[in-house]
């Protein structure tokens, strides 16, 4: 189970590079290296980025709001020890860097240190209680220590906060599911599906719950479309046992 719960959020940090936030976001002078590295962000090529970032930050070293685009791209790169270097290094100089405080927390919850992400995601609110990304953090945080309750509220509050974000709708519903709560686990998956059809987290969730159920034709096609996602090995080979496990291929 905790495998599979990993599987709910193993997007978290690639999914949340830059997003809408309701925290204040000075944005760099956008020259166009930023410009190019700002398009490889919102592409997913980390590596693109970081051929623009890295040379940028080293020869302007105060532009904060640059290396943490910085230590994003190294997120998206699963570079997390490089990454957490930059998000400190940026908040030893601003305390106060919302951004910054964020993506370290994405770093820690990646990391497996689930005590320091909670804390970082409740920094976070207490000066920025409307941001739903962080409300998101702190939910994927304590569904991985399994207070599954205190998880159901955090991504509840970040659909409050903003009713578009498939990655909380995930995260609730692989709450419902592990409370028992299928129809409402269902309805989040398929939500999720329907802002971000082929999200490889909502197809396995969503299979496994029909599995579950005994709706056994469709959990197969489910659990096919997330084989077809290339995901990592361990998520891969629990979907195929489960997939054998119905007597699919």
Known sequence: MKQALALALMGLGLSL???PTRMPVPTPTLNPRLAQAREALQRGDALAALAQLEPFVREHPEALDARVWLGDAYVMAGRMG???QVYREVLRQAPEH???RLGLGIVLYRSGRLSEA???AQAILARHPQEPRAHYLLGAALLQQN???EARQAFDQALRLRSDFPEAYVGRGAARLLDGDFPGAEADLRRALALRPGMPEALYWLGRLLAQQGR????RERLRQFLETNPPAPFAQDAEALLQALGGD
């Open 147 to 149: 207070r599954v309750p």
């Open 17 to 19: 590079a830059c997003r």
């Open 82 to 84: 490089e990454a957490e």
């Open 216 to 219: 056994e034709e469709e959990a």
């Open 98 to 100: 919302g951004p910054a």
């Open 118 to 120: 909670v804390a970082e």
